[in-house]
Nanobody, 128 residues
């Protein structure tokens, strides 16, 4: 089992940068980690980025590719999401999530409902 706590959200100007952190506990290094966004007024969580347990592969949604970077340090039990060139439609509640297992199909990394553990989320607001 793992507990997750996000931080680093806040107000950012369009074009600016923000770095989100997700601190884990338990067997953090065993888990794939993902970031998901819940946009204002929407119930579903949209995939943003994911990273395998050993950092050998990363996945990004098309909307953030080239602007966001996911990384992790298992010794620190932390995963980060570096957000650059932030846009107004990046706004929302960002949650990190953990899931066990290692797969080659990207579906297993981009689908929110199969993640087992979730943090409480951190709000990102973008001013234009």
């Amino acid at each position: 089992q793992v507990q997750l706590v996000e931080s680093g959200g806040g107000l950012v100007q369009a074009g600016g940068s923000l770095r989100l952190s997700c601190a884990g506990s338990g067997r953090f290094g065993d888990y794939t980690m993902g970031w998901f966004r819940q946009a204002p007024g929407k119930e579903e969580r949209d995939f943003v980025a994911a990273i395998t347990y050993n950092s050998d592969t990363t996945y990004y949604s098309d909307s953030v590719k080239g602007r966001f970077t996911i990384s992790r340090d298992n010794a620190e039990s932390t995963v980060w999401l570096q957000m650059n060139d932030v846009r107004p439609d990046d706004a929302g509640v960002y949650s990190c999530a953990a899931r066990g297992g290692y797969y080659t199909d990207s579906w297993y990394y981009t689908t929110a409902r199969i993640y087992d553990y979730w943090g409480q989320g951190t709000q990102v607001t973008v001013s234009s």
